[in-house]
């Protein structure tokens, strides 16, 4: 086990997330399988990220802290339902995004979505945290979900591949 | 065939207790008027969604039976969302579908339904056990009792009703305070 995913599942832990949606990322794969054998947290692979968001949007309707787990380039497929869904019912979401196509990056077809990452939650005015080593994502977690709670919308936590290569 | 807002009738008087999770435009407008309700989820936006909305809140909620009623064009536009039901089936959930083969929202632009797609074929092929078909109210009020997936065909079109007077987070703080959750 690696610090890097040990220490995001121990930040979802602290901040109490209780319902998980993912589409997977190879760099998240560890901590998929922590919290796919953690008996306190409901784990629903998504087909697809925005079907993710409705999903959550629905757990937390039901009180659940939900938390999607997804590749950068999930971000574009979830757009209309964080805009129409999310921004306007006022429901709060944790977002844990594996931030490819970025320095360190092999794949090609990784880096345009890589760049637009940042501009795209900064047009959709989300807020996004970018813990740089394991020991800060311990506490991002909680401190995004407070966030995203106290302000009825959805809060990114962005890992990228510096991070996960963190150890 | 039934009109949507007689099959809309059927499942609000029969499934009193549901809470009910319904897709966007004219749907939620005729919900709206045939039974307004705290329980109610009327969408606003995101279609598409109301399949994953509501399995999520039955997956939250296990001790409250939950009903999406959607259309066929918003479960076209979302198709993996059946293999997603048929992976966690959970007891307490069915889905509608009201089958008017078009985006009558729109102006009734015609969708793959009114030709050769079969959308109870494709949850059964997506592996959900319990799948229905109802022509009738008689037959729809009898299934809203089961899981899983209901496909009802209705007539196209919409009936004249209101628009809805409430805003989103009317919707929402009503529908979370009827569920006791702290909004």
Redesign the interface.
């Given at each position: 086990m690696t610090k890097s995913s040990a220490a995001v599942y121990s930040g979802l832990k602290r901040a109490k997330i209780d319902f998980v949606t993912s589409v997977p990322c190879v760099n998240l794969k560890e901590l998929l399988s922590l919290l796919e054998s953690d008996h306190d947290i409901t784990c629903i692979p998504a087909t697809r990220e925005e079907e993710g968001i409705g999903l959550c949007a629905g757990a937390y309707l039901g009180g659940k802290r939900p938390a999607i787990l997804m590749q950068n380039s999930g971000l574009g497929n979830s757009i209309n339902a964080l805009a129409s869904l999310d921004f306007l019912y006022r429901i709060p979401l944790l977002m844990i995004i594996s931030h490819r196509g970025v320095e360190g990056e092999n794949i090609v077809a990784q880096v345009p979505m890589g760049q637009l990452t940042e501009p795209l939650l900064n047009t959709l005015g989300i807020r996004w945290l970018r813990p740089g080593a394991p020991e800060e994502a311990k506490w991002a977690m909680a401190e995004a979900w407070n966030l995203a709670r106290s302000e009825g919308r959805p809060v990114a936590v962005l890992l990228d591949i510096s991070f996960w290569r963190g150890a | 065939m039934m009109k949507r807002i007689e099959a809309i009738d059927a499942v609000t008087s029969t499934a009193r207790d549901a809470l009910i999770?319904c897709n966007l435009g004219f749907p939620c407008r005729e919900l709206y008027s045939v039974m307004d309700r705290p329980g109610n989820?009327y969408?606003?936006?995101?279609m598409?969604?109301?399949?994953?909305?509501?399995?999520?809140?039955?997956?939250?909620?296990p001790d409250r039976k939950v009903i999406s009623l959607d259309g066929d064009g918003a479960v076209l536009m979302?198709l993996?969302?059946l293999?997603?039901i048929a992976?966690?089936a959970p007891d307490n959930y069915l889905l509608v579908i009201l089958d008017n083969g078009a985006y009558c929202s729109t102006g009734c632009q015609p969708t793959a339904t009114s030709r050769s797609t079969d959308l109870a074929e494709m949850a059964r092929g997506a592996g959900i056990r319990e799948v229905r078909a109802a022509s009738n109210p008689e037959e729809l009020a009898e299934a809203i009792m089961g899981k899983g997936v209901v496909v009802a065909k209705v007539e196209a079109g919409n009936a004249e009703v209101p628009v809805i007077d409430l805003s989103?987070?009317q919707?929402?703080d009503r529908?979370?305070k009827s569920?006791a959750?702290p909004g």
């Open positions: - | 999770v989820f969408m606003l936006g995101s598409g969604l109301a399949s994953s909305i509501g399995l999520g809140l039955a997956l939250a909620r979302n993996g969302t293999a997603t992976s966690f989103p987070e919707i929402r529908f979370m569920l959750v």
